[in-house]
């Protein structure tokens, strides 16, 4: 299978790629970026030097992985959507050694042209919706949008709405796989 790199993209000595791992047009990774099988790294995409990416993740056109993100398996960004590394930036202030780290975990998706600061986690299977800005942790199945962002429900693991209030008491199960969740207050459980 291998790996697949567009001509027009530039990937640096040094760079890791899991096999199966599509890098298109106009791509920049940097050679300390660590990037498992099976990603997608659409057009545009830039992924900086201190970088680790899951297996399976799909990065769509237009997005900058900067210094000290992490991204678990099978997380989606969608087009556009934003990370940044330094909570107060100043052009004339180097601020390298005080980055914050963030951190994806598996499964969650990153909407369209939302924005994700720094020293932020977004737990597993969360959802942010397009254009919300994310300023602190995202619990897991967490449904957040607007800006700044606030939960107003739930979802499976498969992508799908539970029927739930954003915190409470409850359960519901999945509309797509039939997967059974309980909410506690601000968590939310997938049953075994």
Not at 5 to 24: N, R
Not at 140 to 165: K, N
Request: with cysteine; glycine share 12%.
């Amino acid at each position: 299978m291998g790996v697949s790199i567009h001509p027009s993209a530039i990937v640096d000595a040094g760079a890791q790629l899991g096999e199966g791992t599509h890098v298109w047009h106009f791509a920049h990774v940097c050679a300390g970026a660590r990037i498992g099988p099976g990603c997608s790294l659409g057009q545009g995409v830039f992924v900086a030097n201190d970088v680790l990416i899951g297996r399976n993740v799909k990065i769509q056109n237009n997005v900058s992985v900067y210094d000290a993100v992490t991204l678990d398996d099978d997380v989606f960004c969608g087009p556009s959507m934003v990370f940044t590394n330094v909570h107060n930036p100043r052009a004339a202030v180097p601020r390298k050694a005080e980055y914050r780290r963030t951190r994806v975990r598996r499964g969650a998706t990153l909407g369209a042209n939302s924005t994700i600061v720094c020293g932020t986690t977004i737990g597993e299977y969360a959802f942010v919706g397009a254009g919300a800005v994310v300023s602190r942790d995202v619990a897991d199945f967490a449904l957040v949008v607007g800006v700044p962002a606030r939960r107003i429900g739930w979802m499976s693991r498969h992508g799908e709405r539970l029927a739930l209030p954003a915190t409470g008491e409850g359960s519901a199960a999945c509309p797509a796989t039939g997967e059974r969740y309980r909410l506690h207050g601000d968590t939310l459980v997938l049953e075994s």
